[in-house]
Structure formats: C-alpha cells, structure tokens
C-alpha cells in the first residue's frame, strides 16, 4: 500500500493556499467517524476541490474502490469536484478525476506514472489557474 | 477559556450529515500550518459553512478577536458563510454569523446565553431547512 503521508498532503495544502483557495487537511481520525473524508478539501469561491492523496516513490499506485466510491460520494453531497493527487518520486503533483483513473481486473483502481504524466492534470489546471485541459 | 471540545465538535458533524451536509472536522494540529482554519467545513452543493464551535458550562463565553477574524478570512478565501456555532449547557446549538456576535471594550467578541437564545440561528436555519431568519 501506498503510504499516505501526512507531510505530502502538507505541501499540496500550501501549494493549494499559494494558489488562493482556502484548503484544510482532513483530521488523523477522521475514518473513525465512518464517514467519507477525502484528504483535502480546498475551495476558492467558485471552485472546489476534494483531493484523495496517495503518493509513492514506485511507479505504480493502486487504491482500492471503495476509497474512490468514498471520495465521490463525498463529492456529491459537499458539491466539489474529485480528483485522486498523485506524487511519484521525480513528479509534480499530477491529478485525475475518478473516470479517468484506470481500473483493474478487480475493478479497483491503478495509477502508473506514465500514465499520469500523459493524463493527468496539474495543480495550476485544477485551480483554474490554466485552463489548458487534456483529453 | 471554554473548551474546544472535540466530542461537541462531532456531535455537529453528526448532526450537519444528518441534515445532507458533507461535513468534516479540521485537524487537531490544524494550527501548526498558521493557516486560519475554522473548526468545521461543511456544504451541501448549494450551501458552504464554516463554523468556529465554542462550548462552555457557564452562561457566556467570550472569544478573542484574531479567531474570528480567522474565520472570516478562512470564508472569504473559501466561499463558505462564516457562523460562530455555540453550545451551552441545555440549550441546542445556535450559530452567530461575526457581525452579529457582541463586542467587549477591548474589541473582543462575547456571548452570553440569553443573547444567543435570543439571536442565534438554529442548525436547520444555517442548513437552509427553516428558512425562518431573525433579525
């Protein structure tokens, strides 16, 4: 399992205040309330944003779908846009909305470094900041 | 000081999910980043919330002014509505928006309990069930 490392999330909050949206971390015990928590929620005014961070230094995450299912629900109740943030060694920050996210047999999800670089959108893209967007 | 309870905390949670709010507490170290987190951020897709929950035993608690402003900066940069949400001893939850809380003389904020029962909004008027408003 990818570790979900609380100094990444960290650095994608500052990079999120950097960029003028307000961003709170979610609390260390949040599953203990058995409610669907993303990592970061983060909004501007008129964008907002519900990040599952995951980070690794191999080229290739996977993340389970009841994470992902989790994530969009929170979504769809909070009124945020989701995006999986992913940081491999030697990357930026790169982020992919859920139906972008590969799956695996077991309809989980996978992530392979290549495939973010290719797919997935930066930081400044998902803040607006650019509004280059890749298909 | 009154206590920033962390059980009340979650009992507000519980009760914003209850009414379709996706809600979720700011981390315990939140104020290590120097950033002006509020204790709660919650939305529903039309309606965002940040609440600065304070509770006490006695029959009025008074909070400093940087925390507010705190809160009020957090809302602007966000896009959330900015409520002080207090819970005293026998009475429900009852949430002040910053311009409605008392000031001391030393520029401070205070509430007493009859003023809060008197003038502050129940959760199902900041979650936009009973549309009620007092003035």
């Known amino acids: 399992m990818p570790k979900k490392g609380s100094a990444e999330e960290r650095d994608l909050v500052h990079k999120l205040w950097d960029r003028n949206f307000a961003a709170m971390r979610a609390p260390a015990s949040g599953g203990a309330t058995k409610r669907p928590l993303p990592d970061v929620v983060a909004g501007n005014g008129q964008i907002y944003l519900a990040i ?50 590969e799956r695996t047999k077991k309809n989980n999800y996978k992530v392979e470094k290549n495939y973010a670089l290719e797919h997935g959108f930066e930081i400044d893209e998902i803040t607006g900041l650019d509004k280059q967007v890749k298909f």
Chains 1, 2 share one sequence.
Do not use: H, N, R
């Open 52 to 101: 599952e961070v995951k980070t690794t230094i191999k080229d290739k995450l996977y993340i389970d779908s009841p994470q992902i299912d989790a994530l969009m629900e929170f979504c769809e109740i909070f009124g945020a846009s989701p995006y999986l943030g992913v940081k491999f060694k030697y990357t930026k920050w790169l982020f992919l909305p859920p139906d972008k996210i």
